[in-house]
């Protein structure tokens, strides 16, 4: 069985410059996740997908970051503009169902660095 | 109060002791808790996830929960330097999983 797929694994830009991620989860997994996770910190829910519906995005920063999840299969998530602060890994996880019991799976993550 | 705190690292232990992570969290109604192991690098992969007061053992790992101290642990028995990663301790909180900031161990050969 495939993973998460992501891309890119990598990506510098300067401050202000726009930026797109890609997640591509596990076959038949109904809930996507994006988190943000700083360098010596836990991972931190930006938005929750179930299917092509967000179920929680209340810790994504809507005047810079965007998402979508067109046909509820893969997504992509945006900044724009970025800033120095969003140097982070952006890691996409799926699971199964929605319920808080669901084991999560992870993809391999992009490195994002603004300079 | 953070709503999920781990014990600070980085731990260190000899090869073949006991390494012994702590967690505890804020919500008194959580009924979910996980705990994921992340290698330098790479990204989390769940260890083992644990719902009901008392212990969970699997292999070299058991998780111990107690809800009405808010309290979730996880030893490692016979640590080996292959464990030696950061530890992430997740607990639901209301309708999420929130993760904890992790606790980084090393395992002296």
């Known amino acids: 069985e495939a993973g998460v797929a992501q891309s890119p694994r990598y990506k510098i830009i300067e401050k202000r410059q726009s930026v797109a991620f890609w997640c591509n989860p596990i076959?038949?997994?109904?809930?996507l996740y994006w988190y943000q996770q700083i360098l010596g910190q836990g991972p931190k829910l930006l938005i929750q997908?179930?299917?092509?519906?967000?179920?929680?995005d209340s810790q994504l920063p809507k005047d810079r970051f965007s998402a979508e999840r067109l046909k509820g299969v893969d997504s992509t998530l945006k900044i724009q503009p970025a800033k120095l602060e969003d140097s982070a890994v952006y890691l996409c996880?799926?699971?199964?169902?929605?319920?808080?019991?669901?084991?999560?799976?992870f993809g391999p993550g992009t490195r994002l660095t603004v300079l | 109060q953070k709503e999920v705190e781990q014990n600070s690292g980085p731990l260190s232990v000899p090869e073949g002791a006991i390494a012994s992570l702590n967690c505890t969290y804020s919500?008194?109604?959580?009924?979910?808790f996980f705990w994921y192991r992340q290698y330098s690098g790479k990204s989390p992969e769940l260890i083992m996830s644990i719902y009901s007061n008392g212990d969970k053992e699997d292999g070299r790992f058991t998780a111990q929960l107690n809800k009405a101290s808010q309290y979730v642990s996880l030893l490692i028995r016979d640590s080996q330097p292959s464990d030696s990663a950061t530890y992430l301790c997740a607990v639901n909180i209301v309708d999420k999983v929130i993760f904890g900031p992790g606790t980084s161990l090393s395992v002296i050969p």
């Open positions: 919500d008194r109604v959580s009924q979910s």
């Open positions: 996880a799926s699971s199964l169902g929605d319920r808080y019991t669901d084991t999560q799976y």
């Open positions: 076959s038949g997994h109904a809930t």
């Open positions: 997908f179930q299917n092509n519906g967000v179920v929680d």
